[in-house]
């Protein structure tokens, strides 16, 4: 038997599963405020403040870290790969501590999950890593010759879901055609067609529509604008489009839980705004 510790970090959440084999006994969703993050110039400093609360739930529920046979991270940003399961090795915690394909949540994911399985003479992997890219040709065309659409996306929930939507009709995913979103601190939306995702919005810069933390698609003129405006530089509009966009920037919080008991208690812009983002 095979008892996993699973790690899914996300912009606003660390979610922790246990499994013997394919059987679950235990989750948790660790959730994050944006005043919490925010003391974190960049994500891969929350490593060990996120590690530390994994542990220390896993404590709390009485699972001690030495009992497990491996530990799976969801996978962050590395080169574009194929979806599947891979070894977490030192050329890609490399890659991951640098950010050197971009930094996001997911990136935690493998460097977590490897600290945690050294930890314990272990082995690591990551699964259906941000940067699966099944897209179709034409989709990469921009609209500008210099620019090229990329593939990051939840690939791991998006596919997972999109599973398990066939099984429950006894079909299989590869028949299929689906559109499938996630909803998180990003919000993705997925055309797949006969198993492969070949069109997605560029969930990681914003792209699509705006989410609980991200822009979304913006004005392109505006934008431009704004980043040769003074008022901002390169990293801060990066932020407002990442981390300080969305919910943030209109409600000062990335908690849809929150928004909710706003409009319940009759706030008319937090209602106007959430509406906005399901539109």
Not at 249 to 271: C, F, K, P
């Amino acid at each position: 038997m095979y008892k996993l510790l699973v790690i899914n970090p996300g912009s606003t959440s660390t979610k922790i599963g246990v499994y013997n084999d394919d059987e679950l006994i235990f989750e948790e969703t660790i959730r994050h405020s944006s005043e919490e993050l925010a003391d974190y110039e960049r994500i891969n400093q929350q490593k060990e403040f996120r590690k530390n609360l994994i542990i220390e739930t896993l404590r709390e529920n009485g699972i001690d870290t030495k009992t497990f046979t491996a530990i799976v991270g969801r996978g962050g940003l590395t080169k574009p790969i194929e979806i599947g399961t891979y070894l977490v090795n030192e050329a890609m915690l490399k890659d991951l501590r640098l950010g050197r394909m971009g930094e996001h949540a997911s990136n935690l994911g493998g460097l977590i999950a490897h600290d945690i399985a050294s930890e314990n003479q272990i082995q690591a992997y990551i699964v259906d890593p941000v940067v699966v890219d099944e897209l179709q040709d034409v989709a990469r065309i921009s609209g500008i010759k210099e620019i090229q659409r990329v593939s990051i996306f939840h690939a791991l929930n998006q596919k997972a879901v999109a599973r398990r939507y066939a099984s429950s009709i006894n079909r299989r995913y590869e028949d299929l055609n689906l559109i499938v979103v996630h909803l998180g601190g990003g919000i993705s939306v997925g055309a797949h067609e006969k198993g492969k995702v070949i069109d997605v919005a560029n969930a990681l810069d914003g792209e699509g529509p705006f989410s609980p933390e991200r822009s979304g698609s913006l004005p392109v003129g505006d934008l431009a604008r704004l980043c040769y405006s003074g008022k901002y530089t390169i990293d801060e509009i990066f932020k407002l489009i990442r981390g300080r966009g969305g919910l943030v920037s209109y409600l000062n919080t990335n908690d849809a839980r929150l928004v909710s008991e706003m409009i319940d208690n009759g706030d008319e812009y937090a209602e106007k705004i959430y509406h906005a983002m399901a539109y």
